[in-house]
């Protein structure tokens, strides 16, 4: 049953069965399917708001009810912050994406929000970037740099286990092993939160393996970072090849911002 929670976010997670990376079983495990993609769902959805110096809780409760998702306020992340759980929410949307009712409904408050351990979690941008907050993903990425766009649809992704988890046993890290890799990973850390990445101190991690003849980058981030990354690999996927080829067998070049920026 769905619910909200105004207190602290549990830091353990365990660690789930490591999933098949066999081309044909790119399916979310059942039961993180369920609620994360129940969220995701309602992250598109369109509300209606009228709030009014309603407390935290209040707006907590409201999304709850009205998507059918579990809700969580990181009171202890606010505490840190000094911010309560009653906060008053002032936002009037309509027929607005919850994803971007959110955006607004937190843009002067110092909160953000992220899905993590299968909840929708208010909290602080500093807990959100939290190494324990991480979600790590596998994207089979082959067909980008080798063989052209893959079908539309599904998103090509799975989640195998929770925060910065380890790569599975049969996965052998390939590191800087094909140039067009290098030039996928240059594309996302680039031009997705840039300062976020290990390599310039953030939280964030990209690698590329091979596992069982499947080409793929295994990516801990945050949940929004993520789900940026999903939107990228979306739209490549939808460029379509050269008519004379038939085949898209690189990437584009990706321009290097001027120093200083």
Known sequence: MSHVTCGGVA??????????MQAEERQVPAKAAGATSRIERALEQPVRWNFRESPL???????REQMGIHVQVNQSALDDMGIDCDLPVTVTVTDLPL?????????DS???????NEALVITTPEKAADLEMLVTRVYPVGDLVLHGPGPVGTPRWMLWSGHGGVPPPQAKALPGSDAN???LIEMITSTISPTSWGDVGGPGSIEYYKVNDEEVLIISHTYRVQ??????FSDLRAIKPHATSGVTNDLPRVQQAPSGR
């Open 57 to 63: 809780s209040t707006v907590a409760s409201s999304i």
């Open 227 to 232: 789900r940026a990354i999903e939107r990228l």
């Open 99 to 107: 994803a971007s009712a959110l955006e607004l409904a937190f843009l």
């Open 11 to 20: 830091v353990a997670l365990s660690l789930v069965a490591v999933v098949s």
């Open 110 to 116: 110092g909160l953000t929000w992220t899905v993590w």
């Open 181 to 183: 890799f290098d030039r």
